[in-house]
């Protein structure tokens, strides 16, 4: 497969159609997250569709001091990383091409989740993404997009825009891609010194000991629940030495833990990594209901997500990780 560079919208409208057009948005500066995404996009367009890989620097969504300047441009390596994932065409637009006569006065508010986490540590990045994805399905005209749950904010902040604003856009959703030692795949990995990386891999340590807590609770708990409190199923407990069992598991169930407990675990990992040279400087740590992105409480139920943000020495990352609390474990 050849993959097709195209520069103006009027090109990329040109290309004839015959099945479903998949479009994957980036940044440019593929990597193998990116790889997975359009693989992702390949399965879901099938042969007779189209899989379309957007490359462009957006500048609304860098706020000042941010590293728009020396955000990486790697076209030649990105055409070929998409022609070996299964890309049809690429379309890298200049600014000029998405922003016609400079930035535009009309753009998409974020609204109230914008504002939280990642938007409140980069005020107006999220009405900037908002308005730069929004061209682009425009430009596109894709009947399905896909985005990395790495960036899980986003994600919501796009399928909200699409449902609330009647795209008529499918949204998908592509799990994390790890490197072998549990970071999570990023353009700005690169920024890191070798000492910086190893204090990073704290982000990803105290996600999965948040998890593990959160795995050992719900396992307790519904062993608990299989145990009833009654003497004579107690005194047969006693019997079969499982009594001990029983009791740790009616004390997990009854004390406190739950999201507090998750939060503790990985606030454990993150506290000790503060103290490393060079140290982790943490942003947020939140455990939030993906819908709004608000904190969870101690006796929510459903889906949530774990997220940290920090910086090591000059480079910022963000990591989370999907939970599932209550029932609906």
């Given amino acids: 497969m050849t993959t ?3 520069r103006t919208a009027g090109d990329l409208h040109a290309r ?26 390949r399965e879901i367009a099938g042969r007779e569709g189209e899989v379309v890989v957007t490359v462009f620097v957006n500048p609304l ?18 055409l070929k990383l998409a022609e070996q994932a299964g890309a049809d065409a690429v379309f890298a637009p200049a600014v000029d091409e998405v922003y016609p006569g400079g930035e535009p006065q009309v753009r998409i508010s974020a609204g109230p989740m914008g504002e939280r ?15 730069v994805v929004a061209k682009l399905l425009h430009l596109t005209r894709p009947d399905v ?31 994390t891609v790890r490197e072998d030692d549990g970071l999570a795949l990023s353009s700005r990995n690169r920024y890191l010194s070798p000492r910086e990386r190893r204090t990073a891999l704290a982000l990803s ?14 396992a307790l708990r519904a062993r608990a629940r299989e145990v009833p409190s009654t003497r004579a199923r107690a005194e047969a407990l006693s019997a079969i030495g499982e009594s001990r069992a029983a009791a ?3 004390a997990v169930a009854t004390a406190a833990g739950g999201p507090a407990a998750v939060r503790a ?65």
């Fill in 61 to 78: 969504q860098f706020g000042a001091g941010e590293d728009l300047d020396r955000y990486p441009r790697t076209l030649d390596a990105d």
């Fill in 248 to 250: 740790d598991a009616h």
């Fill in 205 to 218: 340590r105290a996600l999965f000991a948040g998890r593990d807590r959160h795995a050992a609770q719900e």
């Fill in 145 to 175: 997009a896909l985005y990395g749950q790495k960036d899980a904010q986003q994600l919501a902040l796009i399928r909200r825009m699409v449902r609330d604003l009647n795209f008529g856009v499918e949204i998908v959703g592509v799990p």
């Fill in 265 to 329: 675990a990985a606030r454990q990992v993150l506290d000790e990594a503060a103290r490393l040279d060079p140290p982790l400087a943490l942003d947020y740590l939140a455990l939030v209901d993906p819908d709004d992105f608000t904190e969870i409480g101690g006796d929510f139920t459903g889906e949530a997500v774990l997220a940290v943000a920090a910086r090591v020495g000059t480079t910022r990352l963000i990591d989370n990780i999907p939970l599932t609390f209550g029932a609906a474990s």
């Fill in 4 to 6: 097709t560079l195209l």
């Fill in 117 to 131: 986490l990642e938007g409140a540590a980069r005020p107006g990045h999220f009405d900037g993404m908002l308005t």
């Fill in 16 to 41: 004839a159609r015959t099945g479903r057009r998949a479009v994957v948005m980036t940044m440019g500066a593929l990597h193998e997250g990116h790889a997975t995404l359009i693989r992702t996009a």
